[in-house]
């Protein structure tokens, strides 16, 4: 441990290219440390053509008194379709 980790398939983002990845749901807050290295990521795939969704930040639907939130229901559809998506056998 503590050695730089080079293998780029151990995570999809350290791969030179993202071509071919399946579909991703972002959730990040602006506030959340790793911000700006997640929106790069997501222009990466996005350049790459793989569908990206955006959202909310992780764990914004638990918060207190936002379960009637226009974006906390937006958060948790999206969420739900793009679980749906991820496991259709039809797919």
């Known amino acids: 441990m503590g050695e730089r980790e080079d293998r780029p398939y151990a995570m999809a983002a350290r791969r030179a290219d993202l071509t071919g990845l399946p579909p991703a749901w972002i ?6 440390l790793f911000y700006e290295e997640d929106l790069a990521y997501a222009d990466r795939l996005r350049a790459a053509g793989v569908a990206v969704e955006p959202s909310l930040f992780h764990g914004a639907d638990a918060l207190p008194g936002t ?5 906390v229901r937006s958060l948790r559809g999206s969420m739900l379709a ?4 991820a496991f259709d056998p039809k797919g």
């Open 67 to 71: 379960e009637g939130a226009a974006g």
């Open 27 to 32: 959730g990040v807050g602006d506030l959340d």
């Open 82 to 85: 793009a679980l749906s998506a």
